[in-house]
């Protein structure tokens, strides 16, 4: 399985962006998916994730009411539709799957939240 996230960029306090990733390879298999995020001088922590359905999503409280995960598992793409973005938002975020045996993460697209 190869991911690929896509849609990060630069943007004010206050803004918006929407991020995807896109699954090839194995895409079958995988159930869950999410997306993680690492802050300058932070470790790595989870943002949002998201059933193999679509029908259970989970947030990290600091983007609860802020932030939206979804997938279309016909195209093989999942996204995070990031509203209301605040400078601490300022990440490398990655994509995660996981399929029966083993988890894949995505390079990571950067966002950038100006104050």
């Known amino acids: 399985v190869q991911l690929v996230e896509s849609g990060g960029g630069l943007v004010q306090a206050g803004g918006s962006l929407n991020l995807s990733c896109a699954a090839s390879?194995?895409?079958?298999?995988?159930?869950?998916m999410g997306w993680y995020r690492r802050a300058p001088g932070k470790q790595r922590e989870l943002v949002a994730y998201i059933s193999g359905s679509g029908g259970i999503t989970n947030y990290a409280d600091s983007v609860k009411g802020r932030f939206t995960i979804s997938r279309d598992n016909a195209k093989n793409t999942m996204y995070l539709q990031m509203n209301s973005l605040k400078s601490e938002d300022t990440a490398v975020y990655f994509c995660?799957?996981?399929?029966?045996?083993?988890?894949?993460w995505g390079q990571g697209t950067q966002v950038t939240v100006s104050s």
């Open positions: 995660y799957a996981r399929d029966f045996s083993k988890g894949y």
């Open positions: 390879g194995s895409t079958f298999s995988i159930d869950t």
